[in-house]
């Protein structure tokens, strides 16, 4: 079955400065790849999805890649404010499937 | 618009109890149903999904079950609790295929 792996598991950067999530995929028949953002204590919520017809994904400060070879997946975030602390997951979905399958989590600190 | 509904929001079971938690989805037909675990600090585990009435995958072999008597209805049961079943469970719905997972609330459960 599908494998997420995600990298780093926490991850410390001054306000202002970017932060950059990488995760790596085992199912090459996934094509769809979510990230959610956990805040402490609630549900993880969709910020950006990116298909696999699709290179970069762009909304705001936040960006997301893919490299479908490689089977990679990175979340780029631009000018990082306090209020993006979070614990952020990627995903995959397997083409034709039903089930999502998560990494990790990356633990984000943004300092003031 | 769609909503997810998930209750209790916490929970505090002895060792050796029943459990069932509820989740019920407004403003969309035939969804497709899932339920997370998430222990303390951890990533997110797909204990069972559910693609119609009566159908239901197990991705991990447990003390869990789960039914769907309901289009929009999905419930999570145990006949009795371990103390390993504690964790954030969480519920949540998709539409087609490849689509991002709405999550709802989710309930806290602590086994004692």
């Known amino acids: 079955g599908e494998n997420v792996e995600q990298h780093p598991s926490t991850l410390s950067v001054q306000e202002g400065d970017s932060a950059v999530i990488k995760c790596t995929y085992s199912d090459s028949a996934s094509n769809y790849f979510p990230w959610y953002k956990q805040e402490l204590g609630k549900r993880p919520q969709l910020i950006i999805d990116?298909?696999?017809?699709?290179g970069e994904k762009k909304d705001q400060r936040i960006a997301v890649t893919l490299n479908k070879t490689a089977k990679h997946f990175s979340l780029h975030i631009t000018e990082t404010q306090p209020e993006d602390s979070a614990v952020y997951f990627c995903?995959?979905?397997?083409?034709?499937?039903?089930?999502?399958?998560f990494g990790a989590g990356t633990r984000l600190f943004v300092k003031a | 618009s769609q909503t997810i509904h998930q209750w209790p929001a916490t929970l505090v079971q002895p060792v050796g109890s029943p459990l069932s938690l509820e989740c019920t989805v407004e403003g969309t037909s035939n969804p497709n149903l899932y339920w997370y675990r998430q222990a303390a600090g951890r990533g997110l585990q797909l204990l069972f999904y559910?693609?119609?009435?009566?159908?239901i995958s197990s991705e991990v072999p447990q003390n869990l079950s789960a039914s769907r008597p309901q289009d929009r209805q999905f419930i999570l049961s145990s006949k009795k609790l371990l103390l390993s079943d504690s964790g954030f469970y969480l519920c949540a719905w998709t539409g087609p295929t490849n689509s991002p997972l709405h999550f709802g609330n989710g309930t806290r459960l602590t086994v004692t």
């Open positions: 559910s693609v119609g009435i009566g159908q």
């Open positions: 995903a995959a979905s397997i083409a034709g499937g039903f089930k999502t399958i």
């Open positions: 990116i298909r696999s017809n699709v």
